[in-house]
Antibody, heavy 119, light 107 residues
């Protein structure tokens, strides 16, 4: 059974940092592109970043470029999102998601972890 | 960036109704269009990929069509478990974008 479990969310002050993790099981992690998608409270879905199987390619939405870094550790079956210089509008549930054969079609999602940026 | 526009934003319908949700892309995306269902407090679930490919385990009352810029999601006969929010998403180019969502409510 495919499972994705996010962790690391919480309350952080504006300008602070947080590192999200997503531990996966039930599939060969190193074979798939992975992504982070977020959802602000009561709002729609927003793609944040994705990373190639070997980590050699990474892409970000403009609003997080230079502040967020996506990474992975294939030996640990884990995906990460390092978030720096956090702003109030980064407040959201952050989901990790696994691609299908198409890089940005997501058939598997974690349960999400809530990040709240507030003073 | 490609803009995805869904309509309607919300919809009230009854069990057994046939419902259609539309999604329009600001430029041609071929068939690079996915549909997701999201229930409150849950992660999205992929219903349809590549505009019309029904995912395994998804009931056959769901169907998708379209190509280029105009797409539709149809639910042929609404069931109680179908009341949720539906999102379209283009997988054509980065940044990947979603429609704003269509909230399907019980009439």
């Amino acid at each position: 059974e495919v499972q994705l479990v996010e962790s690391g969310g919480g309350l952080v002050q504006p300008g602070g940092s947080l590192r999200l993790s997503c531990e996966v099981s039930g599939f060969t992690f190193s074979n798939y592109w992975m992504s982070w998608v977020r959802q602000a409270p009561g709002k729609g879905l927003e793609w944040v970043a994705n990373i190639k199987q070997d980590g050699s390619e990474k892409y970000y939405v403009d609003s997080v470029k230079g502040r967020f870094t996506i990474s992975r550790d294939n030996a640990k079956n884990s995906l990460y999102l390092q978030m720096n210089s956090l702003r109030a509008d980064d407040t959201a549930i952050y989901y990790c998601a696994r691609a299908m054969t198409t890089v940005t079609t997501w058939a598997y999602w974690g349960q999400g972890t809530l990040v709240t940026v507030s003073s | 960036d490609i803009q995805m526009t869904q309509s309607p934003s919300s919809l009230s319908a009854s069990v057994g109704d046939r419902v259609t949700i539309t999604c329009r892309a600001s430029q041609s995306i071929s068939s690079y269009l996915n549909w997701y269902q999201q229930k409150p407090g849950k992660a999205p679930e992929l219903l349809i990929s590549a505009a019309s490919s029904l995912q395994s385990g998804v009931p056959s009352r769901f169907s998708g069509s379209g190509s280029g810029t105009d797409f539709t999601l149809t639910i042929s006969s609404l069931q109680p478990e179908d009341f949720a929010t539906y999102y379209c998403q283009e997988s054509y180019s980065t940044p990947i974008t979603f429609g704003q969502g269509t909230r399907l409510e019980i009439k």
